[in-house]
Antibody
Framework: EVQLVESGGGLVQPGGSLRLSCAAS????????MGWVRQAPGKGLEWVAN????????YYVDSVKGRFTISRDNAKNSLYLQMNRLRAEDTGVYYC???????????WGQGTAVTVSS | SYELTQPPSVSVSPGQTARITCSGDELPKQYVYWYQQKPGQAPVMLIY???ERPSGIPERFSGSSSGTTVTLTISGVQAEDEADYYCQSGDSSGFYVVFGGGTKLTV
């Protein structure tokens, strides 16, 4: 079964850091682009970042550039999102997703909640 | 920054046809994807590359495009189709992803 499982969410103070992880199974992880999408409470979906199969290309939404870093470990079938200098507006559920069929996201994890608050 | 525009809400009666639009300047040049999200759940891909349907998605969901507007059509709407629907595409480079604001479908 194709599956993505996120972990690492939690409560963090403004200015703090958090590292999200996504464990992939059921498919050849190293052959797919991967990405992160977030959703603030009661709001819509917002793309955060994508990473190429070998990690050589990374793209970010403007609001997280310089603060967030997407990375992957193909040997461990894992995707990561290092989040630094967190702000209240970074609060939300963060989804890991497999990128396929061009730029679409065909497999999603269940999400991990991040709350930035003092 | 590039934006995709969707109506905030659409309302239909069971058995009717629902049409949800998504507008954006780059849509003639970039593929569009559609997702369904029910409360407390992760999104599910309904349509990829404008009009293709992943396996397991009912035939009543279809996608079409015309210029800078794409449309998700749900034929014979059922109560279980009540959800939020999002379109997604890319900017002119194709590497930066953008989602529409979402449309709440009420049945």
């Amino acid at each position: 079964e194709v599956q993505l499982v996120e972990s690492g969410g939690g409560l963090v103070q403004p200015g703090g850091s958090l590292r999200l992880s996504c464990a992939a199974s059921g498919f050849i992880f190293s052959t797919y682009w991967m990405g992160w999408v977030r959703q603030a409470p009661g709001k819509g979906l917002e793309w955060v970042a994508n990473i190429k199969q070998d990690g050589s290309e990374k793209y970010y939404v403007d609001s997280v550039k310089g603060r967030f870093t997407i990375s992957r470990d193909n040997a461990k079938n894992s995707l990561y999102l290092q989040m630094n200098r967190l702000r209240a507006e970074d609060t939300g559920v963060y989804y890991c997703a497999r990128v396929d069929q061009g730029n679409g996201m065909d497999v999603w994890g269940q999400g991990t909640a991040v709350t930035v608050s003092s | 920054s590039y934006e995709l525009t969707q109506p905030p809400s659409v309302s239909v009666s069971p058995g009717q046809t629902a049409r949800i639009t998504c507008s954006g300047d780059e849509l003639p040049k970039q593929y569009v994807y559609w997702y369904q999200q029910k409360p407390g759940q992760a999104p599910v891909m309904l349509i990829y590359k404008d009009s293709e349907r992943p396996s397991g998605i009912p035939e009543r969901f279809s996608g079409s495009s015309s210029g800078t507007t794409v449309t998700l059509t749900i034929s014979g709407v059922q109560a279980e189709d009540e959800a939020d629907y999002y379109c997604q595409s890319g900017d002119s480079s194709g590497f930066y992803v953008v989602f529409g604001g979402g449309t709440k479908l009420t049945v």
